[in-house]
């Protein structure tokens, strides 16, 4: 799998949010609702990450055993 940054993460869930605020129909966002959509996307971008790196953790825990080298008996 190929590597992903926290940045990436960050842009992609901000820009998803941004997107369905005006699918919605509302207002302009205002400062403060910018700044609420840039702090959830930080903290859900950390969380996001972490999940991603348990999952590599536990693929690669799991991916010795199959690859052990047979010996000649």
Do not use: C, H, W, Y
């Not at 842009?11 to 997107?19: F, H, T």
């Not at 966002?29 to 859900?44: G, Y």
């Not at 348990?54 to 055993?65: F, I, L, V």
């Amino acid at each position: 799998m190929a590597k992903v940054s926290r940045k990436d993460i960050q842009l992609s869930i901000e820009g998803a949010l941004q997107q369905t605020l005006l699918k919605l129909d509302l207002p302009e966002p205002s400062k403060k609702i910018e700044k609420l959509v840039d702090n959830f996307s930080r903290k859900f971008s950390v969380k996001v990450k972490d999940a991603i790196k348990k999952n590599d953790k536990a693929k690669k825990r799991a991916k010795p055993e199959s690859t052990l080298k047979k010996t000649k008996a």
